[in-house]
């Protein structure tokens, strides 16, 4: 077997995991667990298709806890640090593209031809940056159930650097890491009683955690908003 050949098959697989996983988390089905299980049964296979799905989530705008969810099944609680390499990791392309983006924005600006309504965004997320610390303001937005990708795009258009960008990514979603991991962990046994997968509870305390971080900077940063406008 040649190289792209074993490229290609990786990748098909990850993408399979991630169909698997999303079927499961939807319906349960004994037979979507069967093939997830059949991947599992060689370690070395499954952890080739979760890196293949990382690589391609982004392109398929699927949410990064299926990750969590898909290597708590194949590798249980051992798994963890590798669920929140690849989540930290697969947030990095988005990031990298809307960090491109606002540069070019920002050199159209210059030349007086760039979106008012996209500058003005970009500037009120400097601010917010700013005013919180960039550290603080990626950890509490990702604690919040907002779509990854889409903090991932306002962080980028906020000027926040990569160090933070990671620091804050992994601070932010290893809550989230730790309950997709625990549904990957117990995905035989909810499956089989048709339990909930996640504790909505659990989501609403990530939440007003992520309120809690946030609340003063963004008071702050309105606050002298409306100050400099009046």
Avoid: H, K, Q
Wanted: hydrophobic letters at 55%; aromatic letters at 6%; proline letters at 6%.
């Amino acid at each position: 077997m040649n190289r792209r050949s074993a490229l290609g098959r990786y990748a098909v697989a990850g993408v399979l995991v991630a169909a698997v996983a999303a079927v499961t988390l939807a319906v349960s089905p004994e037979a979507a667990l069967s093939r997830l299980r059949w991947l599992a049964t060689d370690p070395l296979r499954f952890g080739a298709a979760i890196v293949a799905l990382a690589a391609v989530r982004p392109l398929l705008a699927w949410p990064t806890t299926l990750l969590a969810v898909a290597v708590g099944f194949g590798y249980g609680w051992a798994g963890t640090p590798l669920a929140l390499a690849l989540v930290v990791g697969t947030a990095l392309p988005p990031y990298a593209l809307a960090r491109a983006g606002r540069f070019r924005l920002r050199d159209g600006a210059n030349a007086g031809d760039a979106s008012g309504i996209a500058d003005r965004f970009c500037r009120a997320g400097e601010r917010f940056a700013a005013e919180s610390g960039s550290v603080r303001a990626v950890t509490g937005t990702r604690l919040l159930p907002l779509p990854s990708d889409a903090v991932t795009v306002g962080a980028a258009a906020a000027g926040v650097g990569v160090r933070p960008f990671i620091a804050g990514t992994a601070f932010g979603e290893l809550p989230w890491v730790l309950a997709g991991v625990a549904v990957g962990v117990s995905l035989d046994r909810l499956a089989a009683s048709g339990g909930s997968l996640v504790d909505p509870a659990v989501v609403l305390g990530m939440a007003a955690v992520g309120v809690l971080i946030l609340a003063g900077p963004l008071y702050r940063t309105f606050l002298r908003t409306d100050a400099t406008t009046v």
